[in-house]
């Protein structure tokens, strides 16, 4: 059974850090790109970024492009999202979403139910 | 950018079908992917590259892409569809995923 659990959320201040993970089981995690999508409270879906299944190609979001840094531990079948220079509007739960397949766009099929992080000080 | 739009919401009565769009700049020339996602839940793909149905999901949903419009079609909608839908792309030109705004389901 494909599993995808998220941690690492919290309350940071604006202009702090964190580093969200997502651990994968259940398929072999380096034959798929991942991804993280976000939710603020009471709004949609808005994409942060995707990482191919290798590490090597990585894209991101405009609203997030040079703060955040996406990767993976193929090895710990783990995922990461480095977030710097926090702001109040990323205040919102972060999904780590599957791709399915090796392509970056592919669907995503697989959601873990989402670590919150929240911006305030 | 490349942008998605969704009515912000749909009401269908029970047991009728509804009828979601997906409005986008030559939408028929993308892959759609559709989202549900029910009050306090990660969100579920229901529908992938245009018209296709992943197993477990209900013959009830399905989908069209032509033109500037892509359309998720409910028939026969029940009170468990009620949920938020999202259309998604992958957007070649800036190389980015982008969803539509989404489109709440009431079912009456």
């Known amino acids: 059974e494909v599993q995808l659990v998220e941690s690492g959320g919290g309350l940071v201040k604006p202009g702090g850090s964190l580093r969200l993970s997502c651990t994968a089981s259940?398929?072999?995690?380096?034959?798929?790109?991942m991804n993280w999508v976000r939710q603020a409270p009471g709004r949609g879906l808005e994409w942060v970024s995707s990482?191919?299944?290798?590490?090597?190609?990585?894209y991101y979001g405009n609203s997030v492009k040079g703060r955040f840094t996406i990767s993976r531990d193929n090895a710990r079948n783990s995922l990461f999202l480095q977030l710097n220079g926090l702001r109040a509007e990323d205040t919102a739960l972060y999904y780590c979403?599957?791709?399915?397949?090796?392509?970056?766009?592919?669907?995503?099929?697989?959601w873990g139910q989402g670590a919150l992080v929240t911006v305030s000080s | 950018s490349y942008d998605l739009t969704q009515p912000l919401s749909v009401s269908v009565a029970l047991g009728q079908t509804a009828r979601i769009t997906c409005g986008g700049n030559?939408?028929?020339?993308?892959?759609v992917h559709w989202y549900q996602q029910e009050p306090g839940q990660a969100p579920v793909l229901v529908i992938y590259?245009?018209?296709n149905r992943p197993s477990g999901i209900p013959e009830r949903f399905s989908a069209s892409n032509s033109g500037n419009t892509a359309i998720l079609t409910i028939s026969r909608a029940l009170a468990g569809d009620e949920a938020d839908y999202y259309c998604?792309?992958?957007?070649?030109?800036?190389?980015?995923?982008?969803f539509g705004g989404g489109t709440k389901l009431t079912v009456l």
């Open positions: 259940g398929f072999t995690f380096s034959s798929y790109s």
């Open positions: 590259r245009d018209t």
């Open positions: 030559d939408i028929g020339n993308k892959n």
């Open positions: 979403a599957r791709n399915d397949g090796d392509f970056v766009f592919e669907d995503f099929d697989y």
């Open positions: 998604q792309v992958w957007d070649s030109g800036t190389a980015g995923w982008v």
């Open positions: 990482i191919s299944g290798s590490g090597r190609y990585t």
